[in-house]
T-cell receptor, first 119, second 106 residues
């Protein structure tokens, strides 16, 4: 069974760093792109960026370029989303999602990670 | 940047048809997919490549894409279909989600 299992909720202060994770199971992790999607409280979905686990190539939405980094560790089938300086406006639920092979849609999603940034 | 616009809300009576639109420039040149999100849950794919239905998605869900508008249609809407729906497409390797539509089954 394909699963994407995300790390747990975090409470951080503005300016702090954070890395959240998304571990794939039940499939060949290196052949499917992983995207990260933000959902702010009571609002819609925003595509942040994606990574190809086979070579770590990544691309980002202009809205998020330079504010977050995406990486992977193939040895443990895990993708990461990282901030070096959180802002209150980063408070949101973050989802990882698997992009289907040859397609342009997300066929599996993680359960989401709630990040709260507050002083 | 590319934008996809959806109506904020759609109301439908049980058993009737709900249509949710998604508008974007020359959208017919792109593949559109649709996700359903129940409260507190992760999104679930209900339509991909404009009109294809994943395994396990009921036949009452269908999709189309023409001109500048893609449409998700729910025929014979059931109470369990009450949820938020998002369209999604790609523009120059950048993912774009629609603004989202809340479907209320009255």
């Amino acid at each position: 069974e394909v699963q994407l299992v995300q790390s747990g909720a975090e409470v951080k202060k503005p300016g702090e760093s954070l890395r959240i994770s998304c571990q794939g199971a039940g499939y060949n992790f290196t052949i499917h792109w992983i995207s990260w999607v933000r959902q702010t409280p009571g609002k819609g979905l925003e595509w942040m960026g994606r990574i190809d686990p086979s070579d770590s190539y990544s691309n980002f939405s202009p809205s998020f370029q330079g504010h977050v980094t995406i990486s992977t560790d193939k040895s443990i089938s895990t993708a990461y989303l990282q901030w070096s300086g959180l802002k209150a406006s980063d408070t949101a639920i973050y989802y990882c999602a698997r992009q289907t092979l040859g397609g342009e849609y997300f066929d599996y999603w993680g359960q989401g990670t709630l990040i709260t940034v507050s002083s | 940047s590319y934008e996809l616009t959806q109506p904020p809300s759609v109301s439908v009576s049980p058993g009737q048809t709900a249509s949710i639109t998604c508008s974007g420039d020359n959208l017919e040149d792109k593949f559109v997919c649709w996700y359903q999100q129940q409260p507190g849950q992760s999104p679930v794919l209900v339509i991909y490549q404009d009109s294809e239905r994943p395994s396990g998605i009921p036949e009452r869900f269908s999709g189309s894409n023409s001109g500048n508008t893609a449409t998700l249609t729910i025929s014979g809407t059931q109470a369990m279909d009450e949820a938020d729906y998002y369209c999604q497409a790609w523009d120059s390797s950048t993912g774009v989600f629609g603004t989202g539509t809340k479907v209320t089954v009255l």
